[in-house]
């Protein structure tokens, strides 16, 4: 029964904030859309944003699998084939719906923030081995890569509402890996 309540009141959190906003979630209304008593979301979640926090991580899912090719092309290939399924899925969609709704000042943005840097630093092993590998100058060379790569894929999906095949994030991934290859210095006339 515990999973069952807490699936329905994140649905009914989500539901909620999607009517009414962040400003306005009360408890009686996402325990009675919920149908469970408001003191069974006051014991698990005491505060809203511990409420909406819990509801949107439950959008976002588990922690995707961070790849280990042995490349630092075939990592990317890999994140960028999640960061498109996610991108593509009804929960991405949802969560940038309410984000955008929300605003970058609100309470709101600030939890989703806060959990967008959390599963930021994930892929960091990806750079790690990648910068021991010789592939990257430094993990701070390979983050700007990933910003890219999922700036690239979420402007395709949400702004320009095209879809991302596995050919584009190819490409995608062949420019930025390119871009980001270590140089060896030319040396200059004299």
Known sequence: RGAHV????????????????????????????????KTTLYRRWPTKPELVRAALESIVG??????????????LLALGETMNGFSRS?????????????????????????????????????????VARGELTSVAAGQIVLEAL?????????IERRGVTKRYVERVVALLVEGARPRTPTPRPR
């Open 6 to 37: 807490v699936k329905e009141v994140m649905k009914a959190t989500l539901g909620e904030l999607a009517r009414v906003g962040y400003g306005e979630l009360r408890f009686e209304d996402v325990a009675a859309r919920a149908e469970v008593n």
């Open 62 to 75: 588990d922690a995707p699998k961070v790849p280990n090719t042995g490349s630092l092309r075939r990592d």
């Open 90 to 130: 009804a929960r991405g969609h949802g969560i940038t719906k309410v984000l955008v709704a929300a605003g970058p000042t609100s309470e709101l943005f600030k939890i989703a923030y806060s959990i967008h840097v959390k599963y930021q630093e994930l892929p960091r092993p990806v750079l790690e081995r990648a």
């Open 150 to 158: 999922d700036a690239v894929i979420g402007h395709r999906c949400f």
